[in-house]
């Protein structure tokens, strides 16, 4: 069957991709510096699978059941140091996919040379993809991109379904567009005083960053996801996805015009609570290339 269909389905998945504006061509195309997320699982960061599942309507663990060499006729734009192949993976586990999918799926992947130039196979093998079917054929996959699959192992499941589970539920964290508007409010003794930083988020969820000054305990920060501002403040836990939505978008400054008067140091010492909680937060360190999320 994978003989049969092979010249058919790379046509129309290359059309699809086309017709749809997906970046796989691109990403998958002319790029010497993609690290092997195929074969080295330990590459991927936390936030690196975050923009991964959150870009995945179709998650699926499962095993290689065929694959088969595209001829490189086909693949004139590949890197050399990419081999594309066509494969027939058998569904051990749908992670993620609203409407189901069949028992079997087929796809396009790019798999990488090893250091000695073989490229590896992966019959038989138990590895994770991620991609969407938007357009295809029932039991066909687009990859989010032909690089981006894992080999299995049990500590990788476990992210992918703790973020994946995260990312599903209702109030989870939306992603931030920007800050709507932020106030200093400058409390009886001189350094002390409260600053509440508002975002806007892509659906409306409400998003608030408070940074509470006091004479005894000195600078501390808090989330608010309320309307109005109470004592429900989420605890901010580094490689969750509230802490990922922190730590990758917020933006590096505030504007000037959301900050509220015109009293400049007011303003300096709203941009300097702000660059404490960016600093609290941690760096955003995605090992993609190029970045999904960038």
């Excluded at 998958?28 to 690196?48: C, F, H, I, K």
């Excluded at 069949?102 to 040379?113: I, L």
Aim: hydrophobic share 40%; proline share 6%.
């Amino acid at each position: 069957m994978i003989n049969n269909m092979l010249k058919f389905y790379i046509g129309a998945i290359l059309t699809s991709t086309m017709l749809l504006g997906h970046p796989i061509i691109a990403h998958a195309q002319g790029r010497a510096d993609m690290p092997p997320l195929s074969t080295e699982n330990s590459g991927a960061t936390y936030v690196d699978l975050a923009d991964i599942i959150l870009s995945s309507p179709i998650i699926i663990d499962g095993i290689v059941t065929k694959e088969k060499k595209v001829p490189a006729s086909q693949t004139p734009f590949l890197d050399k140091k990419l081999q594309r192949k066509l494969v027939e993976l058998q569904l051990n586990s749908l992670i993620r996919g609203k409407n189901g999918m069949p028992a079997t799926v087929r796809f396009v992947m790019d798999v990488r040379a090893n250091a000695k130039g073989k490229f590896p196979k992966f019959k038989k093998q138990r590895i994770m993809v991620f991609g969407d079917n938007q357009g295809l054929p029932m039991g066909d996959l687009r990859l989010l991109r032909p690089d981006i699959f894992f080999n299995y192992d049990p500590q990788l499941d476990r992210m992918v379904r703790n973020i994946t589970k995260e990312a599903l539920l209702l109030d989870a964290p939306q992603k931030i567009t920007g800050v709507q508007s932020a106030y200093h409010s400058s409390g009886t003794i001189i350094g002390t005083g409260l600053t509440e930083i508002f975002f806007a988020t892509e659906k409306g969820q409400p998003l608030a960053i408070l940074i509470d000054t006091d004479a005894q305990n000195g600078k501390s920060w808090s989330v608010s996801n309320e309307e109005v501002l109470g004592s429900n403040r989420p605890i901010v836990r580094q490689n969750t996805l509230l802490w990922y939505r922190l730590a990758c978008e917020l933006p590096q400054s505030i504007a000037t015009d959301k900050m509220g008067g015109d009293d400049k140091d007011i303003h300096a010492r709203i941009q300097s609570d702000y660059a404490f909680v960016r600093a609290k937060l941690g760096k955003c360190e995605r090992t993609l290339s190029p970045p999904l999320n960038p």
